[in-house]
């Protein structure tokens, strides 16, 4: 094993046992998330689709499966779990699209799973999960149709997108849709700045599921980044001085 | 043996009895009293009508004998007896029905007795027709049957001008006798009875009281009445049988025409006064309307609940002096308002007009026409770039010192939509290369980027005379991401297998990319001559540093980027140990390249038409800066 | 009972074949690294044969949409169509083939290409209201570093360049590649913390997006 290679593993598990000692401590030391004001805006938003009786869209990005892309989408799905409990007592329930085949197949499954714990077996639809165009822009160009068919209210996007991403938030704001969007590409974050109504910058796309309440490891998992990025800090900022001093 | 009437059902008991034989009603203390009547009323003198002391009496023919009081003396009279006695001998010549009613009695007992017959009858005959025809005034029905007999005196049994009370031949209907029965008694001196006569009074009996419920009326029909059709239809049940509200008499005989009753003290006294007086006048009958609504229709006299519970009178109670705060004040205040507004009714919302995209599409316009006016008309024309980056000139000479037998591999990672900038940017290196004679290969981890390579070479092939699959060939599409890349780095012809678009003759003969001469001695990254990545993304370019730079070896590593990916491209550059070898990024860098290379390509095409976009772009933001400072301004002055 | 044993066995078997990926990267062993290198080109089938999948759930969408003839219907039909006759050419005369790159380079390039151009519009529009109707310190920043950027990159109008044109190259310069480049990276770098804590969050059972 290389010296990198140590290194590499020995970050992991550090990052690992920072993870689960704070969820095991969360009933001591409750973690308390920064406000977002997306997310509240989201919760909300989600509330009044659900009484509206109109439709929650969230994209998936058209990130693939393998690969770094896969990273926030997977964060998408944890979300997807907790929209999908929120939205299933609701007449139209989430819809999701991403542009990736195996993406929409893990975000089936995970819309089946939700609605068997749930005891709504019959919201699930093999459309509900569905695949919009295999290319970036072929995807965005799939989107003013689906949203306008699915009376759609709420477009999030939570995945991997490229400049696409600036079209997809734009015909939702052209729908009148409350559209929150986020990715991890730092581009994108841009663009999406400038058009979404409630950008998600930095790592926010991945603090999706923690701030949706999925569960007490996702917020022990935000507080273990912090550690971890103050760790990086310091250690920046001592190389900093060590490469000015010599 | 003097017998005492049962208080339920009338009927005669013996007096030692304490239960009624016939309806079983206690003969406690409720009947001491009705004995002790009895008692007195012995004393009193027979009418000279006859034994019925119903029986119209001349004034003239009351004698007061001492036996008539039964011995008692004048002291000893009560007062009620003296008050009857009195007003018939006031009422002498029947102007008062009811003085004849008894003699013996006084006059203020007849006036008592009168007022208990007007209480009596004020619920009595529908259509409040009294005995003789007369309108009735409204009394209070304090008095019951039997508190009104009490009143009048009746007697015992053994008194001689009591008669008992016949029982007539109408079953038990659980009504006393005397009320019961409407036509034995004679109708008073000066009353017409209704139909009856005195043969009807009973011999000896108890003077009548009108009956309290539904007496037929005198000379007036039901229907004149008002009566309602179920009051009717019990009238006209059959004879003697079924009992009626009005059943207590036979239909045949009208009832006698009574004379009011009057109360006695103690009863008056008994009747809350002046707390409820109703201040309500009864109209006259004629006057009286007849209610409509409710289960009351079709009577008269129906109090109307309005003027009564409605009616505004002071209390007599001092008035309660509410406390209220000033939050409550504000509180009913807000309710009121609330209640007003939820009844008030706002004007429709004028419906909101479609509004064109106004801004949408100024802008779309303004940039068509910044673009394309350089391509229509040459005009506006932008100066070529007279500084170079300084990154520019390492790149072309490292291109420059290539060596001209190891091939040079192209990766086209970028969509279709970026097709605009990077076949510009990619063209000006693509043009020095194939201007060198190198031979060069495409590849691509994108599916779309086989013919994007294919669609871009072809371009600056042809300029140069390069032929398919000698001189340049596309290895296709690398499937499988970073592990993809991984793999191609380690070992690209186990990577790619076939190729893409390969020539005719290739495919004929069945063979490969690798057999082509322009790859046929590369069997890893490090053969050949550089790598360069042309892509829009960041993330692309760091993936083939990260997993294609290992297994590089000499072979220089260069970027072709889009604008927007360079800022975080370059430092892999410009690191103390550079990752990358070369960078050429957008199209101001890519004109300044092919001014460098002397050959100008799509690069100095799209020259003016970007620089007119980028203007236009400009001017639109500096617009949009105005447009916001002249709406805070002027919502500053309206404020 | 059986529920619970069989999401345990799909936690089980995506918790080897992460943990074998991962160890794949940091240890030098070929059994580990070969077992790797065989997940990944798995993982690579089975996203391809996915996008075949992706594309019928795709083709289902819209043909539900054409039979009950709902709004759009015709676009929903010209879309299978589409598909149809791409891929009947793709399959027949292969992807290289002349027509399939007719189609590339005369219907798909172009389209992307105007999509591309759609997005230029809708940034600048998104431009304009972010300067017009917020009225911030972040607005005015904004507009400033956008006017500066746009300035450093574009040519000069007519003539050669100036000394003001190259002073706004290096201010541009500075601009990208101090500021946008520093906080693009503190971004990145969050950007990957994120990404670990998911995969980890995967890895640990606590995430199932393979469902139950």
Same mark, same amino acid.
């Given at each position: 094993?290389?010296?990198?290679?140590?290194?590499?593993?020995?970050?992991?598990?550090?990052?690992?046992?920072?993870?689960?000692?704070?969820?095991?401590?969360?009933?001591?030391?409750?973690?308390?998330?920064?406000?977002?004001?997306?997310?509240?805006?989201?919760?909300?938003?989600?509330?009044?689709?659900?009484?509206?009786?109109?439709?929650?869209?969230?994209?998936?990005?058209?990130?693939s499966v393998v690969g770094?892309?896969s990273?926030?989408?997977?964060?998408?799905?944890?979300?997807?779990?907790?929209?999908?409990?929120?939205?299933?007592?609701?007449?139209?329930?989430?819809?999701?699209?991403?542009g990736d085949g195996a993406m929409a197949i893990?975000?089936?499954?995970?819309?089946?799973?939700?609605?068997?714990?749930?005891?709504?077996?019959?919201?699930?639809?093999?459309?509900?999960?569905?695949l919009?165009?295999p290319t970036?822009?072929?995807?965005?160009?799939?989107?003013?149709?689906?949203?306008?068919?699915?009376?759609?209210?709420?477009?999030?996007?939570?995945?991997?997108?490229?400049?696409?991403?600036?079209?997809?938030?734009?015909?939702?704001?052209?729908?009148?849709?409350?559209?929150?969007?986020?990715?991890?590409?730092?581009?994108?974050?841009?663009?999406?700045?400038?058009?979404?109504?409630?950008?998600?910058?930095?790592?926010?796309?991945?603090?999706?599921?923690?701030?949706?309440?999925?569960?007490?490891?996702?917020?022990?998992?935000?507080?273990?980044?912090?550690?971890?990025?103050?760790?990086?800090?310091?250690?920046?900022?001592?190389?900093?001085?060590?490469?000015?001093?010599? | 043996?003097?017998?005492?009437?049962?208080?339920?059902?009338?009927?005669?008991?013996?007096?030692?009895?304490?239960?009624?034989?016939?309806?079983?009603?206690?003969?406690?203390?409720?009947?001491?009293?009705?004995?002790?009547?009895?008692?007195?009323?012995?004393?009193?003198?027979?009418?000279?009508?006859?034994?019925?002391?119903?029986?119209?009496?001349?004034?003239?023919?009351?004698?007061?004998?001492?036996?008539?009081?039964?011995?008692?003396?004048?002291?000893?009279?009560?007062?009620?007896?003296?008050?009857?006695?009195?007003?018939?001998?006031?009422?002498?010549?029947?102007?008062?029905?009811?003085?004849?009613?008894? !003699?013996?009695?006084?006059? $203020?007992?007849? #006036?008592?007795? *009168?007022? &208990?017959? @007007? /209480?009596?009858? %004020? =619920?009595? +005959?529908?259509?409040?027709?009294?005995?003789?025809?007369?309108?009735?005034?409204?009394?209070?029905?304090?008095?019951?049957?039997?508190?009104?007999?009490?009143?009048?005196?009746?007697?015992?049994?053994?008194?001689?001008?009591?008669?008992?009370?016949?029982?007539?031949?109408?079953?038990?209907?659980?009504?006393?006798?005397?009320?019961?029965?409407?036509?034995?008694?004679?109708?008073?001196?000066?009353?017409?009875?209704?139909?009856?006569?005195?043969?009807?009074?009973?011999?000896?009996?108890?003077?009548?009281?009108?009956?309290?419920?539904?007496?037929?009326?005198?000379?007036?029909?039901?229907?004149?009445?008002?009566? !309602?059709?179920?009051?009717? $239809?019990?009238? #006209?049940?059959? *004879?003697? &049988?079924? @009992? /009626?509200?009005? %059943? =207590?008499? +036979?239909?045949?005989?009208?009832?006698?025409?009574?004379?009011?009753?009057?109360?006695?003290?103690?009863?008056?006294?008994?009747?809350?006064?002046?707390?409820?007086?109703?201040?309500?006048?009864?109209?006259?009958?004629?006057?009286?309307?007849?209610?409509?609504?409710?289960?009351?229709?079709?009577?008269?006299?129906?109090?109307?609940?309005?003027?009564?519970?409605?009616?505004?009178?002071?209390?007599?109670?001092?008035?309660?002096?509410?406390?209220?705060?000033?939050?409550?004040?504000?509180?009913?205040?807000?309710?009121?308002?609330?209640?007003?507004?939820?009844?008030?009714?706002?004007?429709?919302?004028?419906?909101?007009?479609?509004?064109?995209?106004?801004?949408?599409?100024?802008?779309?316009?303004?940039?068509?026409?910044?673009?394309?006016?350089?391509?229509?008309?040459?005009?506006?024309?932008?100066?070529?770039?007279?500084?170079?980056?300084?990154?520019?000139?390492?790149?072309?000479?490292?291109?420059?010192?290539?060596?001209?037998?190891?091939?040079?591999?192209?990766?086209?990672?970028?969509?279709?939509?970026?097709?605009?900038?990077?076949?510009?940017?990619?063209?000006?290196?693509?043009?020095?290369?194939?201007?060198?004679?190198?031979?060069?290969?495409?590849?691509s981890t994108r599916p779309t980027?086989a013919?994007?390579?294919?669609?871009?070479?072809?371009?600056?092939?042809?300029?140069?005379?390069?032929?398919?699959?000698?001189?340049?060939?596309?290895?296709g599409y690398l499937s499988g991401g970073?592990a993809a890349?991984?793999l191609?780095?380690?070992?690209?012809?186990?990577a790619i297998l076939?190729?893409?678009?390969?020539?005719?003759?290739?495919?004929?003969?069945?063979?490969?990319?690798?057999?082509?001469?322009?790859?046929?001695?590369?069997?890893?990254?490090?053969?050949?001559?550089?790598?360069?990545?042309?892509?829009?993304?960041?993330?692309?370019?760091?993936?083939?540093?990260?997993?294609?730079?290992?297994?590089?070896?000499?072979?220089?590593?260069?970027?072709?980027?889009?604008?927007?990916?360079?800022?975080?491209?370059?430092?892999?550059?410009?690191?103390?140990?550079?990752?990358?070898?070369?960078?050429?990024?957008?199209?101001?860098?890519?004109?300044?390249?092919?001014?460098?290379?002397?050959?100008?390509?799509?690069?100095?095409?799209?020259?003016?038409?970007?620089?007119?976009?980028?203007?236009?772009?400009?001017?639109?933001?500096?617009?949009?800066?105005?447009?916001?400072?002249?709406?805070?301004?002027?919502?500053?002055?309206?404020? | 009972?059986?529920?619970?044993?069989?999401?345990?066995?799909?936690?089980?078997?995506?918790?080897?074949?992460?943990?074998?990926?991962?160890?794949?990267?940091?240890?030098?062993?070929?059994?580990?690294?070969?077992?790797?290198?065989?997940f990944m080109q798995w993982a690579v089938l089975l996203a391809a044969a996915a996008l075949l999948v992706g594309l019928v759930n795709?083709?289902?969408?819209?043909?539900?949409?054409?039979?009950?003839?709902?709004?759009?219907?015709?676009?929903?039909?010209?879309?299978?169509?589409?598909?149809?006759?791409?891929l009947?050419?793709a399959v027949?005369?292969?992807p290289?083939?002349?027509?399939?790159?007719?189609?590339?380079?005369?219907?798909?390039?172009?389209?992307?290409?105007?999509?591309?151009?759609?997005?230029?519009?809708?940034?600048?529009?998104?431009?304009?209201?972010?300067?017009?109707?917020?009225?911030?310190?972040?607005?005015?920043?904004?507009?400033?570093?956008?006017?500066?950027?746009?300035?450093?990159?574009?040519?000069?109008?007519?003539?050669?360049?100036?000394?003001?044109?190259?002073?706004?190259?290096?201010?541009?310069?500075?601009?990208?590649?101090?500021?946008?480049?520093?906080?693009?990276?503190?971004?990145?770098?969050?950007?990957?913390?994120?990404?670990?804590?998911?995969?980890?969050?995967?890895?640990?059972?606590?995430?199932?997006?393979?469902?139950?």
């Amino acid at each position: 094993m290389s010296a990198e290679g140590l290194q590499g593993l020995l970050a992991l598990g550090a990052f690992l046992a920072l993870t689960i000692g704070f969820a095991a401590l969360n009933s001591r030391w409750p973690i308390k998330l920064r406000h977002i004001s997306a997310f509240e805006a989201l919760n909300k938003a989600i509330e009044r689709a659900v009484e509206g009786g109109e439709r929650v869209h969230l994209s998936l990005g058209t990130g693939s499966v393998v690969g770094s892309e896969s990273a926030p989408a997977l964060a998408g799905l944890a979300a997807l779990s907790r929209i999908a409990r929120a939205t299933s007592m609701s007449d139209r329930p989430v819809v999701v699209s991403t542009g990736d085949g195996a993406m929409a197949i893990l975000a089936r499954d995970t819309l089946r799973t939700t609605y068997d714990e749930v005891n709504a077996s019959e919201l699930y639809e093999p459309t509900a999960g569905r695949l919009l165009g295999p290319t970036p822009f072929s995807y965005a160009a799939g989107l003013p149709s689906m949203l306008r068919d699915e009376q759609v209210s709420v477009h999030m996007l939570n995945g991997s997108f490229g400049y696409e991403a600036g079209l997809a938030a734009d015909f939702g704001e052209r729908a009148h849709n409350f559209v929150i969007a986020g990715s991890d590409d730092v581009q994108s974050q841009a663009l999406l700045y400038a058009v979404a109504q409630e950008p998600l910058i930095g790592e926010e796309v991945f603090a999706t599921p923690a701030y949706l309440d999925a569960g007490a490891v996702h917020k022990a998992s935000l507080r273990a980044q912090d550690a971890i990025r103050f760790i990086i800090l310091a250690l920046i900022v001592l190389g900093v001085v060590i490469e000015t001093i010599t | 043996m003097a017998e005492i009437q049962c208080p339920n059902c009338g009927k005669p008991n013996p007096d030692t009895a304490e239960t009624c034989q016939h309806c079983g009603e206690p003969l406690g203390s409720g009947s001491d009293w009705m004995n002790e009547i009895q008692e007195q009323a012995d004393g009193m003198a027979p009418g000279p009508g006859g034994s019925s002391p119903f029986a119209p009496v001349e004034p003239s023919e009351v004698e007061q004998p001492a036996e008539e009081n039964g011995g008692l003396a004048e002291g000893e009279v009560p007062e009620w007896l003296q008050r009857i006695r009195a007003k018939q001998a006031a009422d002498e010549g029947g102007g008062d029905d009811f003085s004849a009613l008894r !003699p013996g009695f006084s006059d $203020e007992q007849d #006036q008592e007795a *009168e007022q &208990g017959l @007007e /209480t009596v009858e %004020g =619920r009595g +005959p529908v259509g409040g027709v009294g005995p003789g025809g007369k309108d009735q005034e409204p009394a209070d029905r304090a008095a019951e049957p039997e508190d009104i007999r009490a009143g009048f005196g009746f007697g015992s049994d053994s008194d001689p001008d009591y008669a008992p009370y016949e029982k007539s031949a109408e079953p038990d209907t659980g009504i006393p006798s005397w009320l019961a029965q409407s036509d034995e008694p004679q109708p008073p001196a000066g009353a017409q009875p209704a139909g009856g006569t005195e043969s009807d009074q009973p011999e000896g009996g108890l003077p009548h009281v009108p009956a309290l419920l539904g007496e037929q009326p005198v000379g007036l029909s039901a229907e004149e009445l008002g009566v !309602p059709d179920w009051l009717g $239809e019990v009238e #006209q049940s059959e *004879e003697g &049988g079924e @009992e /009626t509200l009005k %059943g =207590r008499r +036979p239909a045949a005989a009208a009832p006698p025409d009574l004379e009011r009753a009057t109360l006695p003290n103690w009863l008056e006294a008994m009747r809350p006064v002046d707390t409820f007086r109703s201040v309500v006048q009864i109209d006259a009958e004629d006057d009286q309307t007849i209610e409509s609504i409710g289960p009351l229709a079709g009577l008269r006299g129906v109090l109307m609940a309005e003027p009564v519970v409605a009616m505004p009178r002071t209390s007599t109670v001092g008035a309660m002096q509410l406390e209220v705060s000033e939050r409550q004040y504000a509180q009913a205040e807000l309710l009121q308002q609330l209640i007003t507004e939820e009844e008030s009714s706002e004007p429709a919302a004028p419906r909101r007009r479609t509004r064109l995209a106004i801004f949408r599409w100024a802008i779309a316009a303004v940039t068509v026409v910044a673009a394309a006016l350089p391509v229509l008309t040459g005009a506006p024309s932008f100066a070529l770039p007279g500084l170079e980056p300084k990154e520019l000139g390492a790149l072309f000479d490292l291109v420059d010192r290539l060596p001209p037998d190891r091939p040079a591999l192209f990766v086209f990672d970028y969509d279709p939509g970026n097709t605009g900038e990077l076949d510009a940017v990619a063209g000006a290196l693509l043009d020095q290369v194939m201007g060198r004679g190198l031979p060069v290969a495409s590849v691509s981890t994108r599916p779309t980027g086989a013919p994007q390579a294919l669609y871009t070479m072809h371009r600056y092939a042809s300029r140069h005379g390069y032929v398919e699959g000698s001189d340049m060939v596309h290895l296709g599409y690398l499937s499988g991401g970073p592990a993809a890349v991984q793999l191609f780095a380690s070992n690209p012809r186990g990577a790619i297998l076939k190729g893409f678009a390969l020539p005719e003759e290739m495919k004929s003969a069945g063979q490969t990319a690798w057999d082509s001469p322009t790859l046929e001695r590369v069997s890893s990254l490090s053969d050949f001559s550089i790598v360069a990545v042309i892509t829009a993304g960041s993330e692309t370019a760091r993936l083939w540093v990260e997993q294609a730079g290992s297994a590089l070896g000499e072979t220089p590593l260069v970027m072709v980027l889009s604008a927007a990916a360079e800022p975080l491209v370059r430092p892999y550059y410009e690191a103390s140990q550079p990752q990358i070898d070369g960078i050429l990024t957008g199209l101001p860098a890519a004109v300044a390249y092919e001014q460098r290379n002397g050959r100008f390509g799509l690069a100095l095409d799209r020259w003016n038409g970007f620089g007119a976009g980028m203007l236009a772009a400009e001017l639109v933001l500096l617009a949009g800066a105005g447009y916001g400072l002249v709406r805070w301004v002027m919502a500053r002055r309206e404020a | 009972m059986r529920l619970i044993r069989l999401s345990a066995i799909w936690a089980a078997i995506a918790l080897g074949v992460g943990l074998f990926v991962l160890l794949g990267y940091f240890v030098d062993l070929e059994f580990v690294t070969g077992l790797r290198i065989l997940f990944m080109q798995w993982a690579v089938l089975l996203a391809a044969a996915a996008l075949l999948v992706g594309l019928v759930n795709l083709a289902a969408v819209h043909w539900r949409k054409v039979s009950l003839s709902d709004e759009g219907w015709l676009y929903s039909g010209v879309l299978i169509l589409a598909l149809l006759v791409t891929l009947i050419l793709a399959v027949f005369f292969g992807p290289d083939a002349p027509i399939s790159l007719f189609i590339f380079n005369n219907l798909q390039l172009p389209l992307e290409s105007s999509l591309m151009a759609i997005m230029s519009v809708t940034l600048l529009l998104a431009g304009f209201r972010v300067v017009a109707r917020r009225r911030d310190l972040f607005s005015l920043l904004f507009l400033l570093v956008t006017l500066l950027v746009l300035l450093g990159t574009a040519p000069a109008l007519g003539g050669t360049e100036s000394g003001t044109v190259a002073s706004l190259r290096e201010l541009r310069n500075w601009i990208s590649q101090v500021w946008a480049a520093g906080g693009a990276r503190g971004i990145l770098l969050g950007v990957a913390l994120g990404a670990t804590a998911t995969g980890l969050r995967v890895l640990m059972a606590v995430d199932r997006p393979y469902g139950s």
